[in-house]
C-alpha cells in the first residue's frame, strides 16, 4: 500500500535531549513537509522540501534540523534549543507535477512529550 | 503570502441537518487553489475537497461541497445530511498555483460536533 508511515506514534523525551522523528513515504512525490500542531490550533510549518538536498525554513524553524538525503525520506530532529517542544507533528507530502493543485498527503502523526 | 480565518472555534449540529463552516482567505496570488480536510480524534489529516481560484463550477464530492465567493474571498464548506462520524476538526487551507509545491496555510479550525 502507498502511503506516508511517521514513527513512533508517541515519543517521550527528557528535557534537553535531542530526538528524531521518522517520516517515509512511498509515493514517489517529490515535495515534502513537516507541520507542528498545538492543541486546539492550527497547522504550522516549520520545514519542507521540494526536491532531494534542498530544504527551506518555515514560519517556525528555531530549534529544528531536518535532512532530504533520499526522495523517500525527512526525517525531523527537535534538539534541545527548541523551548516547548511538547506536541503533535505532521509529515506531508505532494506529488509536485500540477501546478499546485495537488493535495497534500499526510502521515498519522507523531505525538512528542517532554518530560 | 496567504492567510486563511476561520471564526468559528466550535459548531453545533443535529444529526441529518446540514451545517456551514466558515473560511475566508486572503492572497496577493491572482492563481490559488483553496482546501478543506477533516481531523478526527485519531490526528489523521483527511483531504475533503479542493477548490480552484479560477474554476467555473463550485466543488462537490459527496456531502461536501463549497460556497466558493471569490469577491468576498470566502470558500465555505457545507456538509450535508449530517452523520455522527462527522465530528471531528475541519481545517481550511490555500496556496498559490504560480508557485508549485509551496505548503499549504492553514487556518485555525473549526470543531463540529454532530448531535444524535
Known amino acids: 500500500d502507498g502511503g506516508i508511515t511517521q514513527s513512533p506514534k508517541y515519543l517521550f523525551r527528557k528535557e534537553g535531549q535531542n530526538v528524531t522523528l521518522s517520516c517515509e513515504q512511498n509515493?514517489?512525490?517529490?515535495?515534502m513537509y513537516w507541520y507542528r500542531q498545538d492543541p486546539g490550533q492550527g497547522l504550522r510549518l516549520i520545514y519542507y522540501?521540494?526536491?532531494?538536498?534542498?530544504?527551506q525554513k518555515g514560519d517556525i524553524a528555531e530549534g529544528y534540523s531536518v535532512s532530504r538525503e533520499k526522495k523517500e525520506s525527512f526525517p525531523l530532529t527537535v534538539t534541545s534549543a527548541q523551548k516547548n517542544p511538547t506536541a503533535f507533528y505532521l509529515c506531508?507530502?505532494?506529488?509536485?507535477?500540477?501546478?499546485?493543485?495537488?493535495?497534500?498527503?499526510f502521515g498519522p502523526g507523531t505525538r512528542l512529550t517532554v518530560l | 503570502a496567504q492567510k486563511i480565518t476561520q471564526t468559528q472555534p466550535g459548531m453545533f449540529v443535529q444529526e441529518k441537518e446540514a451545517v456551514t463552516l466558515d473560511c475566508t482567505y486572503d492572497?496577493?496570488?491572482?492563481?490559488?487553489?483553496l482546501f478543506w480536510y477533516k481531523q478526527p480524534s485519531s490526528g489523521e489529516m483527511i483531504f475533503l475537497i479542493y477548490?480552484?481560484?479560477?474554476?467555473?463550477q463550485n466543488a462537490t464530492e459527496g456531502r461536501y461541497s463549497l460556497n466558493f465567493q471569490k469577491a468576498r474571498k470566502s470558500a465555505n464548506l457545507v456538509i450535508s445530511a449530517s452523520q455522527l462520524g462527522d465530528s471531528a476538526m475541519y481545517f481550511c487551507?490555500?496556496?498559490?498555483?504560480?508557485?508549485?509545491?509551496?505548503?499549504?496555510?492553514f487556518g485555525k479550525g473549526t470543531r463540529l460536533s454532530v448531535i444524535a
Open positions: 506531508a507530502s505532494n506529488p509536485g507535477l500540477a501546478g499546485g493543485r495537488d493535495t497534500q498527503y
Open positions: 509515493l514517489n512525490h517529490d515535495a
Open positions: 522540501s521540494q526536491i532531494v538536498n534542498d530544504f
Open positions: 492572497t496577493s496570488d491572482p492563481s490559488y487553489g
Open positions: 477548490q480552484g481560484s479560477y474554476d467555473q
Open positions: 487551507a490555500m496556496r498559490g498555483l504560480l508557485s508549485g509545491n509551496t505548503p499549504l496555510v
